[in-house]
């Protein structure tokens, strides 16, 4: 009897003694596997931490991009007006000058119709030409005819012959000449020359001058 409680103690100890290391053993796992999990749960918040990171960058930069790319079309946008407004503007004034120099009819618009005139003949290789104006500067374009035609003796040796003078344009100024044979045409109203002026020289001292 007394050997059976030996053995039975003995039995009970070593199962203590193997539940204590089961349980350790368990223990010490449940802390590497907790281990584990917390690393890999830190892991996982940092890289969703970064994508989240990342996605609001790029919501930024889009953002960023997207009010840029808006705020450069206002600027754009602005600029054109500012640039069409600022040529009006030099166009209104060179019309007004314009227009003071033709009511008056002063030395200024003379020798400026007298500088269209030789340029419309000099665009044109026939020499027998009729000249087209507003009946208010036939008698001064007429007035200047033997100053034009010296012009053309002297530096081209040139002899045209104006065959006749007609007031039938509805112009501000300037002239319209044409070949006799309407062959050959060139618009030097001062009409014409706006156009011009308006659409190519103005743009160019704009960009001259940096504007552009």
């Known amino acids: 009897m007394s050997e059976d409680k030996e053995i039975l103690s003995v039995l009970i100890s070593e199962i203590e003694k193997f539940a204590k290391e089961e349980v350790e053993r368990i223990l010490n796992e449940a802390k590497l596997q ?6 890999k749960a830190e ?8 994508e989240r990171i990342d996605q609001l960058r ?12 808006l ?3 206002e600027l754009r946008q602005k600029y054109i007006f500012e640039k069409e407004r600022y040529l009006d503007q030099l166009f209104n004034n060179a019309m007004n000058e314009i227009m003071k120099c033709v009511k008056r009819q002063n030395s200024i618009y003379k020798e400026g119709l007298k500088n269209l005139i030789i340029e419309a003949l000099s665009n044109i290789s026939k020499d027998e030409v009729i000249i087209l104006c507003n009946e208010r500067d036939k008698e001064l374009v007429e007035s200047l005819l033997n100053q034009v035609l010296d012009h053309f003796r002297k530096h081209s040796q040139r002899e045209i012959k104006v065959l006749r003078v007609i007031p039938e344009l509805d112009c501000l100024g300037g002239v319209v000449v ?3 044979d309407e062959k050959e045409y060139y618009n030097n109203t001062i009409e014409a020359r706006i156009r011009l002026l308006k659409s190519e020289i ?6 001259r001058l940096g504007c552009e």
């Open 34 to 39: 907790a281990e584990k999990i917390i690393v």
């Open 43 to 50: 892991f996982k918040a940092k890289q969703l931490r970064k």
């Open 58 to 69: 790029k919501k930024a930069k889009l953002k960023l991009r997207r009010d840029f790319s």
């Open 71 to 73: 705020k450069k079309l």
């Open 178 to 180: 044409h070949s006799s």
């Open 202 to 207: 103005l743009p160019y001292i704009l960009r």
